[in-house]
């Protein structure tokens, strides 16, 4: 398999990189909104509220959302932890209402990443 991209499909700041810079490249199947098939490929609520809330990204889609006022991790923890009523991630194991919610939340979340960035 080969891979070609047109220039006019690149960010410029990959244009810009140095010479050998490496990238890992992800392929998915899209549905017909263009978005990936199966975007719940973290089957895991704990492992899954645990990546969101380190995620730069998430904390900026819950800063637009008015969901929390300081994008950092502390914020998007406290704000999931207050959502989903729950104290602590390792409840997420047991809570299906808490964990339906979270993969919401992360459907919402990849949304809006995908129009974003």
């Known amino acids: ?3 070609a991209v047109h220039p006019d499909d690149v ?25 990936p098939i199966n975007r719940n490929i973290f089957k895991d609520p704990v492992k899954t509220a645990g990546i969101l809330c380190k995620d730069p990204l998430f904390h900026k889609f819950l800063l637009e959302a008015g969901n929390i006022f300081d994008p950092s ?14 104290l602590s ?7 299906k209402d808490a964990a339906t ?17």
């Open 11 to 35: 960010p410029e700041e990959i244009l810009r990189d140095f010479v050998g810079s490496r990238y890992q490249v992800v392929m998915v199947r899209l549905n017909d909104d263009q978005l």
């Open 101 to 117: 919610k979270l993969f919401a939340i992360h459907e919402d979340y990849i949304t809006w990443k995908h129009q974003n960035v």
């Open 89 to 95: 991630r390792s409840e997420l194991k047991d809570n």
């Open 73 to 86: 991790e502390e914020a998007a923890v406290d704000w999931l932890r207050e959502t989903l009523q729950i």
């Open 1 to 3: 398999m080969s891979l």
